[in-house]
């Protein structure tokens, strides 16, 4: 079956700690995969989109990688800061162009300082 | 902020009603899809709407229906209410283009009593 896997433990680290989170899919073939952060009562807010040609992209503290032979994308956030502090989800589009997303269940990321 | 507004931002309905919720999606973008969220959960898609036709559906009933206007705001009707239905109901606006990100509203918080 199709399913797209998060951590479903809360990550707890210490400030100024690199935070790194993990999506897993199985029996998708995405041409891109999306993050997106939620807080508590809203809604997602896009952070960074890969497509299956990209390695790496980074977007300030962000960086996010894509291994389409392991089916895994792996978020990083360095420097952590209490002010990160919330849900992430991933995201693929198993059509690719019709931006009918399927999302992970999300992992709470919990910055201390 | 990204644009996208939804209303009511709270509801409480009794099982068996029916409710309608809206969305006005961000200046320019044809393309509306509706999501529900269950707690602790990621968003599930329920259906899209491009250019006022139904552009796929998610595994929902036929009790969850929509529709999109031509100023591409946008409806979410569900009949016969269930507790289950229970959720955060979040619409997205985006362009209907390769690689396109979606832009969330605050969505609505259903509580069926």
């Known amino acids: 079956s199709q399913k797209i896997e998060q951590n479903s433990e809360a990550l707890n680290i210490q400030e100024g700690k690199t935070a790194t989170l993990t999506c897993n899919y199985t029996?998708?073939?995405?041409?891109?995969l999306q993050w997106y952060r939620q807080d508590p009562g809203r809604g997602p807010v896009f952070l960074l989109l890969?497509?299956?040609?990209?390695k790496e992209k980074r977007k300030e503290r962000l960086k996010v990688t894509f291994d389409t032979t392991l089916k895994q994308s792996l978020f990083h956030i360095t420097a952590s800061q209490p002010a990160d502090s919330a849900t992430y989800l991933c995201?693929?589009?198993?059509?690719?162009?019709?931006?009918?997303?399927?999302f992970g269940q999300g992992t709470t990321l919990q910055v201390k300082p | 902020e990204t644009g996208v507004t939804q209303s009511p931002t709270h509801l409480i309905k009794t099982r068996g009603q029916q409710v309608t919720l809206r969305c006005s999606s961000q200046?320019?973008?044809?393309?509306v899809s509706w999501y529900q969220q269950a707690l602790g959960q990621g968003p599930q898609f329920i259906f899209q709407?491009?250019?006022?036709?139904?552009?796929g559906r998610g595994n929902f009933p036929p009790r969850f229906s929509g529709l999109q206007f031509p100023n591409y705001s946008s409806e979410l009707n569900v009949n016969a209410l269930e507790l289950d239905d229970s959720a955060l109901y979040l619409c997205?606006?985006?362009?209907?283009?390769?690689?396109?990100?979606?832009?969330f509203g605050q969505g609505t918080r259903l509580t069926v009593v």
């Open positions: 890969i497509r299956e040609n990209e």
């Open positions: 200046s320019g973008h044809n393309t």
């Open positions: 029996n998708y073939s995405p041409a891109y």
């Open positions: 997205a606006s985006s362009l209907r283009q390769l690689d396109t990100e979606a832009f």
């Open positions: 709407y491009y250019r006022e036709e139904e552009n």
């Open positions: 995201a693929l589009d198993p059509s690719s162009n019709t931006g009918k997303l399927i």
